[in-house]
């Protein structure tokens, strides 16, 4: 979520368009600096002068009655400026139990988008990126192993390739399967087979 908000901040830029980028934990804290220093009006200068206000992790506002109301404030005016604004979240809003109904409402004018986990093919893209930047070579059934067994997140399956790579400089090994299997036992586990019998007990 973090990596699209990034590009479509970048793309904005490229369009000459003034983009801020923050988390809700900067968002929440900005408004904490602003109301001990009693600088209020700076502070929503700096949040509704923008042509785009990216938001990450919008959910931790949820709970938070002050940020809640100064966010719903910005909302406001950078909506009635016809402004963009962009937020990630990691549940839907009518899953954030703790958000006020008249935020829930503005999160869901928009357009939602779900971000699945990647596929197989799209994991094995993403390998396949990862070692054309790094200029080097891992055989095509290692990418497809590793590709299979990690699908939690991307960040780990480019963890893993990394790992496989610095192991394989360090030690002198020659990357393979059975090399990947060893390598990342930790994380791909090892698949035990279980008998019916040991279901039943």
């Known amino acids: 979520k973090t990596h699209l908000l990034h590009a479509i901040g970048h793309a904005a830029r490229r369009r000459g368009l003034t983009v801020r980028y923050v988390t809700s934990e900067m968002f929440t804290n900005d408004l904490i600096t602003s109301i001990r220093s009693q600088s209020q ?3 929503r200068n700096k949040y509704r002068s923008v042509d785009l206000l990216m938001m990450d992790d919008v959910q931790f506002i949820a709970g ?3 940020t809640q109301e100064e966010f719903f404030h910005t909302f406001n ?3 009635m400026a016809n402004k963009q604004i962009v937020l990630t979240s990691d549940r839907a809003p009518k899953m954030m139990v703790t958000l006020e109904d008249r935020l829930r409402s503005r999160f ?3 357009l939602m988008s779900d971000i699945a986990p990647p596929d197989l093919e799209t994991r094995m893209a993403i390998l396949l990126h990862k070692v054309a ?3 080097t070579d891992v055989p095509p059934d290692v990418i497809e192993f ?3 067994q990690i699908q939690s997140n991307v960040r780990e399956l480019e ?3 990394t790992r496989l790579i610095a192991t394989s400089e360090m030690t002198g090994r020659q990357i393979t399967v059975q090399f990947a299997r060893d390598t990342l036992a930790d994380l791909v586990g090892k698949r035990a087979h279980i008998t019916p019998s040991q279901v039943i007990e």
């Open 108 to 110: 869901e004018w928009g």
């Open 133 to 135: 930047s790094l200029q």
């Open 146 to 148: 590793v590709a299979k």
């Open 41 to 43: 009006e700076t502070f």
């Open 77 to 79: 005016a950078l909506q």
């Open 64 to 66: 938070k009655e002050s």
């Open 159 to 161: 963890g893993a390739l």
